[in-house]
């Protein structure tokens, strides 16, 4: 019982430790990301915007994330939540699909987030591109989850229906709530870009949800 307790305390720490690492580098991320844009720029957007680019920021990371541990296994190993180095190079071919699609969706919402359009003359994005990106983007999602998904075990299916149920629940309590506020008077405004930023933030919370019930945030 005794041994059990320090594996799992042992564990503990050690997400703990990974999960502070990842915090650290996305300050460091989110900081430069706005240095470049400007203090200019960022009063412009508005929080909707900002709000936007920053889940857009925190796929984009992700996956440069997973992308640094499938180029370098060892290191990635004692950064990522993974057994070992093994892992990484025996999942490489699931992961890097995922890495793919979260680069994709980070890429998009922040080019959502800074597209030019009527209400936010200063961006730094025509309307149409950031448009024919998110369709394309789109398009590639379904084909390739439509082609490979006999790549994946029942144990990933799972996780990705789970996923999805959670991310679902999760939008529909949020969105309702929201919504509601904002018909009924209650000063909380609900915009298209708040429902965009919502959705993409909620789909990864459902992921984490789903990974978390079954205990693969410890390794």
């Known amino acids: 019982m005794t041994v059990m307790t320090q594996d799992n305390t042992t564990k503990w720490k050690q997400s703990l430790i990974r999960m502070i690492a990842g915090g650290v580098v996305g300050m460091a991320a989110a900081a430069a990301m ?20 920053a889940v857009g920021l925190i796929y984009c990371l992700m996956a440069a994330l997973v992308g640094f541990g499938l180029a370098a296994p060892r290191a990635g190993a004692q950064l990522l939540n993974v057994a070992d180095a093994d892992e990484l190079r025996e ?3 699931g992961m890097l699909l995922s890495v793919v699609t979260m680069g994709g969706i980070g890429i998009v919402l922040i080019l959502l987030a800074l597209a030019r359009t009527p209400d936010f003359a200063a961006g730094l994005i025509p309307a149409a591109g950031a448009m024919a990106v998110l369709v394309l ?5 379904v084909i390739a989850s439509w082609r490979w998904r006999g790549r994946f075990d029942e144990l990933n299916w799972q996780l990705a229906l789970e996923g999805c149920l959670w991310s679902f629940t999760l939008s529909w309590v949020g969105l309702t709530i929201w919504a509601a506020a904002d018909f009924l008077g209650f ?31 410890q390794r």
Request: aromatic content about 2%; proline content about 3%.
């Open 91 to 93: 999942e490489r071919s």
């Open 34 to 53: 706005l240095g470049l844009m400007g203090g200019g720029l960022i009063d412009a957007m508005g929080p909707s915007r900002v709000a936007l680019a």
């Open 187 to 217: 000063g909380l405004v609900l915009t298209p870009i708040d429902v965009v930023t919502a959705l993409s933030a909620l789909m990864l919370a459902g992921s984490f949800l789903a990974i978390g019930r079954r205990g693969m945030l």
């Open 137 to 141: 983007v789109i398009a590639g999602g």
